[in-house]
């Protein structure tokens, strides 16, 4: 029997989004015990289960795995199915949260209201499947399982086919960081050639009200750093004595803040421009004290700018903020002490932009181990009950105490997470011969299909394919490491198997809308129909199979 057929499909859609799996918890778990016993139903592996492969995540407190499995055939030539099979979770459901991991009674319901019924077209109102993860992402793992159970019937298979599933993709990729190694294991021990890998996320509309199919041959990378500002302390009856950090930190938002400026752009794509996802100061209590620490962080949408190149970038736009202000605030100082008949005492304020590497050195020239040892302290008394992103700046506070270095002035470095871009510029042979595919898909969709489908060179939405390619592996590691507070100790990238792996990518999108929100949901005709066929043609294009 196939199982890459609408309803089967659909089916088994349902089955695994009957699983709560909802990212960095346990019940994670849950949906590998599932998948186990879907891929027990499948005859070759049922026969062969040493061609399973469950990978347990290296010190995850919740003890998750990414679920493999591997479908030889002849020669060395491999394609990559991959896939997260956990989802964000469901509070905005609000009354509907029991039915969100049931697909068709959440549907039913959600259809007797006339505002959910206003978003669908009337003449497909029958065509949509509402619920958690319907889109994203598990209609597209249920299709690639689905794939996979009919070539396994095949007599002969050309090539081989891994599919690869994981955890976490929706909080910080740790599941797809232990599937590059597991990738670049399974390449050394079975020599294999791995010739692409295929995901399937749901399309990521361009624009408000987006409705056209696509396929990405690359994906947007993601960057986020922080700003953390030293001012000078003081009582708010002498105010101009000191600095308040709080105003550097306005003017760097000022300066960065959706500035379009460093808006990216490359094929025709434009990456939005940067954000602030967290400003606020080292107060802890009121006091009539300045706050005089400040901290923040930012994020920036990449296509292709490397660590050392966007370090640069914002080094200069600190520089310009910092020395501006200290001209300025010196120039007040100096008038408001006029007005009283007075005169500027002592050397004018030396303002001063580092690199949290930098900064860090000043503290370890001076106090030495001790240094390492309170950041080690602090991080091990504070990483099970704070974000990533708040250790680093907190990290950078405990190096400010040993520095003590007198604002005002300005470190910057990075925080978790970090998505390398993948570029999709078609330079060399392979990158080539990846677009042809995606143009192949393209024609044959509309000829066999009627369906007109757009080639985007990038996934706009961040996603686990960014862990296929490190093309700056040298910036990565020169600049990123050294300057995130955590790594080594909480956040690592594994840079050398990244680099190893290097592997042409595609995203061969279901139709999903409004991920992430309570009225996500799939459009199914085209995604239990024409997806399915594409996702075959394209592996077998890959593999060099002439045929349908």
């Known amino acids: 029997m196939r199982w890459l057929q609408p309803k089967r499909i659909e089916e088994l859609l349902i089955e695994l989004c009957s699983i709560p799996s909802l990212s960095n918890t346990e019940e994670e778990n849950s949906m590998v015990e599932l998948l186990v016993e879907v891929f027990n139903r499948i005859p070759f592996f049922q026969k062969n289960s040493q061609y399973i492969i469950r990978e347990k995540m290296e010190g995850d407190p919740h003890n998750r795995e990414v679920f493999g499995a591997f479908l030889p055939g002849r020669g060395k030539q491999t394609v990559i199915l991959l896939s997260h099979y956990d989802v964000v979770d469901v509070l905005d459901y609000g009354r509907y949260q029991q039915l969100a991991f049931s697909p068709r009674e959440l549907t039913r319901e959600l259809l007797k209201r006339k505002e959910i019924k206003d978003l669908l077209p009337p003449e497909k109102e029958d065509d949509f499947l509402f619920g958690r993860g319907v889109a994203d992402m598990k209609a597209g793992l249920a299709i690639q399982i689905s794939l996979l159970h009919d070539l396994s019937q095949l007599n002969t298979l050309e090539g081989n086919i891994l599919l690869l599933t994981v955890p976490d993709e929706e909080t910080t990729s740790r599941g797809m960081l232990t599937a590059v190694q597991v990738f670049n294991k399974l390449r050394e021990e079975m020599d294999l050639e791995y010739k692409g890998v295929i995901n399937c996320e749901p399309a990521f509309p361009a624009y408000p009200g987006d409705k056209n199919k696509y396929i990405y041959t690359g994906s947007m990378g993601k960057a986020v750093l922080f700003c953390y500002a030293r001012g000078i302390e ?143 302290n602090f991080f091990r008394d504070n ?154 043609q394209a592996v077998q294009e890959l593999l060099g199979v002439v045929g349908e």
């Not at 489908?453 to 296929?468: A, E, R």
Request: hydrophobic share 35%.
């Open 234 to 376: 003081s009582h708010v009856g002498d105010v101009l004595s000191g600095f308040n950090a709080n105003l550097l930190l306005a003017e760097m938002i000022k300066n960065l803040e959706g500035n379009i400026s460093f808006c990216e752009k490359l094929e025709g794509y434009v990456a939005p421009p940067p954000t602030f996802l967290k400003v606020r100061d080292n107060k802890r209590h009121y006091s009539a004290q300045i706050p005089h620490t400040a901290a923040s962080y930012l994020n920036f949408s990449l296509l292709y700018r490397s660590p050392r190149e966007l370090l640069e970038e914002i080094l200069e736009v600190g520089k310009k903020v910092v020395f501006a202000l200290n001209e300025e605030m010196g120039q007040r100082l100096q008038q408001y002490l006029s007005w009283q008949g007075q005169s500027l005492p002592g050397k004018k304020r030396e303002a001063w932009v580092l690199t949290y590497e930098e900064f860090y050195n000043l503290a370890r020239e001076e106090y030495g181990k001790d240094v390492d040892l309170a950041l080690e």
């Open 383 to 536: 990483h099970h009950n704070m974000e990533e992103q708040e250790l680093c700046l907190r990290m950078t506070e405990i190096i400010d105490d040993y520095v003590q270095k007198p604002g005002p002035g300005l470190v910057v470095g990075f925080t978790p997470p970090y998505y390398p871009p993948v570029k999709s510029v078609a330079q060399s042979k392979r990158d080539k011969e990846m677009y042809k595919v995606a143009e192949m898909l393209q024609k044959r969709a509309q000829t066999k299909h009627g369906q007109e489908v757009k080639i985007f060179p990038f996934f706009p939405g961040i996603s686990d394919l960014n862990y296929c390619q490190l093309s700056d592996y040298q910036d990565t590691r020169d600049y990123f490491k050294p300057n995130m507070p955590t790594w080594g100790v909480g956040y690592t990238l594994p840079l050398e198997d990244l680099r190893k792996l290097d592997i042409p990518v595609i995203n061969l999108s279901v139709q999903g809308y409004d991920a992430h929100k309570h009225i996500e949901r799939l459009e199914c005709s085209y995604s239990f129909e024409v997806v399915p066929d594409l996702l075959r």
